[in-house]
């Protein structure tokens, strides 16, 4: 192929790339906005846009599913899994990846498993040792659940991180990883939902199972209201993330390391 040829093809399939990420977007733009608009429609069937406005959805999901005591719930069982994987996951990440000791291979392949395996796969166990231990149903369940993914998720994000750190920036390494870590696992707990849906009680429910409920129980229910709670959950989620990235930037993470190799020294 000439020079010509390949810029030719390498500009398609740039476009075609370009094309596809664009359809993409937009298409989840759209399904956003539909589930935005539906929240606010005093009614909407048959038309482009709704006959009216309003916002009495968003108040009755907020009686109806008590979304005070799930949003609570969900800040408690967030925070606790960050800070317990951090607390496991640190020491454990800094110990695979400056020692070597027999096992060490098989260890890494232990904590591959509950992210390779579909959580529904060794969920059903662990709820039911969780409910023979008479802590699934309640919020230490979940966090307890929600740790077993979490901690070998923090030690294999930060075990790299720090084997690619000259051993004289350890705690620049450790510090930025482990921020790095913690905005993964809260992002990852906050929609993680088959473990918590078993071993969830009835006062116990983070945000996403509630909002599985709202959809799937028993009842008629008005299509805007559980929009309206879809709505609540995506907002919660945002907010979190942006919350954790005004102090954690993932993509500066190692530049920031290595403009300080001089007082690290």
């Known amino acids: 192929m000439?020079?010509?040829?390949?810029?030719?093809?390498?500009?398609?399939?740039?476009?075609?790339?370009?094309?596809?990420?664009?359809?993409?977007?937009v298409n989840i733009g759209l399904m956003i906005a539909a589930v935005a608009t539906s929240s606010f429609a005093r009614r909407w069937l048959g038309t482009w846009l709704p006959e009216g406005w309003t916002t009495q959805w968003y108040t009755a999901a907020w009686k109806e599913f008590q979304l005070d005591s799930v949003l609570l719930v969900t800040v408690e069982v967030v925070l606790a899994v960050v800070f317990l994987a951090l607390l496991i996951g640190v020491p454990a990440a800094y110990t695979l990846a400056r020692r070597e000791f027999p096992g060490k291979r098989a260890l890494m392949l232990l904590f591959l498993l509950p992210l390779m395996v579909p959580p529904i796969t060794y969920g059903i166990p662990l709820a039911t040792v969780l409910y023979k231990a008479q802590l699934a149903g309640s919020i230490y369940g979940v966090i307890l659940a929600n740790l077993i993914p979490a901690a070998p998720f923090v030690i294999l994000v930060m075990t790299p991180f720090i084997e690619q750190i000259d051993p004289n920036l350890e705690s620049a390494a450790r510090v930025f990883g482990a921020g790095t870590a913690s905005l993964l696992v809260?992002?990852?707990?906050?929609?993680?939902?088959?473990?918590?849906?078993?071993?969830?009680?009835?006062?116990?429910?983070?945000?996403?199972?509630?909002?599985?409920?709202?959809?799937?129980?028993?009842?008629?229910?008005?299509?805007?209201?559980?929009?309206?709670?879809?709505?609540?959950?995506?907002?919660?989620?945002?907010?979190?993330?942006?919350?954790?990235?005004?102090?954690?930037?993932?993509?500066?993470?190692?530049?920031?390391?290595?403009?300080?190799p001089q007082g690290a020294v």
């Open 2 to 25: 000439t020079r010509l040829q390949h810029e030719l093809v390498d500009r398609t399939w740039r476009a075609l790339l370009l094309g596809l990420m664009t359809l993409f977007v």
């Open 186 to 260: 809260l992002v990852r707990t906050i929609a993680l939902f088959e473990l918590t849906f078993l071993t969830a009680g009835s006062d116990s429910q983070t945000l996403v199972v509630a909002l599985y409920y709202a959809v799937f129980a028993a009842g008629v229910r008005a299509p805007q209201s559980v929009d309206a709670m879809a709505m609540i959950y995506m907002a919660v989620t945002l907010v979190w993330l942006l919350i954790a990235l005004r102090f954690v930037n993932p993509t500066q993470l190692v530049s920031r390391v290595k403009e300080h």
